[in-house]
């Protein structure tokens, strides 16, 4: 949800890697991992790739749903969302 580069009044201001807003270990959410076993003729594709602009969707409109505003930019600040709630 961090994802995003923050501007100022001059342009992008985060120029380096210690400015740059990136998930903190104690941010990330818990992952869990389930093998799929598949016919052995079957050669093995990327899953993970496909997942995620439906994932960043769901997401979306799980918060549109919950707010009754939707949101038509990411990362889905808190300053996004009060903008949103404020037009909604």
Same mark, same amino acid.
């Given at each position: 949800?961090?994802? $995003?580069?923050? @501007?100022?009044?001059? %342009?992008?201001?985060?120029?380096? &890697? +210690?400015?740059? *807003?990136? @998930?903190?270990?104690?941010?990330? *959410? +818990?992952?869990?991992?389930? @093998?799929?076993?598949? =016919?052995?003729? /079957?050669?093995?594709? %990327?899953? %993970? +790739?496909?997942? %995620?602009? *439906?994932?960043?969707? /769901?997401?979306?409109?799980? /918060?549109?749903? =919950?707010?009754?505003?939707?949101? &038509? $930019?990411?990362?889905?600040? &808190?300053? &996004? /969302?009060?903008? =949103?709630? @404020?037009?909604?």
């Amino acid at each position: 949800m961090k994802k $995003g580069v923050p @501007l100022d009044t001059g %342009g992008i201001s985060s120029r380096d &890697r +210690e400015s740059y *807003p990136v @998930l903190r270990f104690s941010e990330v *959410p +818990e992952v869990v991992v389930e @093998l799929v076993t598949t =016919a052995a003729d /079957v050669p093995p594709l %990327g899953v %993970g +790739e496909a997942s %995620g602009g *439906p994932t960043v969707a /769901v997401i979306g409109n799980a /918060v549109a749903h =919950a707010l009754g505003a939707h949101l &038509r $930019g990411s990362p889905l600040t &808190r300053e &996004r /969302v009060m903008v =949103a709630l @404020l037009k909604a």
